[in-house]
């Protein structure tokens, strides 16, 4: 039997279905077929509506205290992903390179991109992982470690390799850390101002 995606009989993997370039290219998108988003007109669109419309001092405050107790150094991938973008690793600015503003901006832009009937395959649960991924990592390389950061790059990469790391990122900080209830909110404001 072939690849579930296109067809190739080289090297099926027995789980996934899929050949090795197509399951790669499913654990970087969350999907074997949909590329990901570039997210630019939205992440400029997200950045306009946060900056207009909400006052995330708050929440800034409560989420920063969530991350702390959440990340970890030690043990559970996500966790120590968490870390490394939310504690550790600093971009040139000195904060670091995830912080709430990234995560509300870089998800607010994903449910733009699905609001515009942006295409995602739904089988695969993309939408889902997309919101995971830009709830705990930069989006497209947005906000990088400052030149001269030593770290291991391969663990990084290898931990967001994980297949199911950003659709445990979507439950477990999207969803429990507040980012969707905030965004609900905001949502439920602007409605109300187009009225």
């Given amino acids: 039997m072939g690849c579930a995606n296109c067809s190739s009989f080289n090297s099926v993997d027995a789980v996934s279905q899929l050949c090795p ?8 998108h969350g999907s074997a077929l949909i590329p990901k988003p570039l997210l630019k007109r939205e992440i400029n669109l997200a950045y306009h509506r946060i900056n207009h419309h909400c006052n995330i001092t708050q929440a800034t405050e409560v ?13 559970d991938p ?15 600015d000195g904060f670091p390179v995830m912080r709430f503003v990234d995560a509300l901006v ?20 993309q939408y889902q992982y997309l919101l995971g991924r830009a709830s705990v990592c930069p989006w497209h390389r947005r906000r990088q470690s400052k030149q001269g950061t030593i770290y291991n790059k391969e663990e990084r990469r290898d931990i967001q390799r994980k297949p199911t790391i950003f659709h445990r990122a ?10 969707a209830g905030f965004i609900s909110q ?10």
Wanted: positive net charge; aromatic residues 12%; contains cysteine.
């Fill in 63 to 75: 989420f920063d205290r969530w991350m702390s107790s959440f990340a970890s150094p030690f043990g």
């Fill in 170 to 179: 979507f439950k477990e900080v999207f969803l429990e850390a507040g980012l």
């Fill in 186 to 195: 905001l949502n439920h404001t602007l409605k109300n101002i187009r009225q």
């Fill in 21 to 28: 370039p197509c399951k790669k290219h499913l654990i970087v």
């Fill in 78 to 92: 996500l966790r120590r992903l968490c870390y490394l973008h939310f504690i550790k690793l600093r971009a040139s």
């Fill in 106 to 125: 870089q998800a607010l832009a994903v449910t733009i991109y699905e609001q515009d009937g942006g295409v995602l395959d739904n089988q695969k649960k």
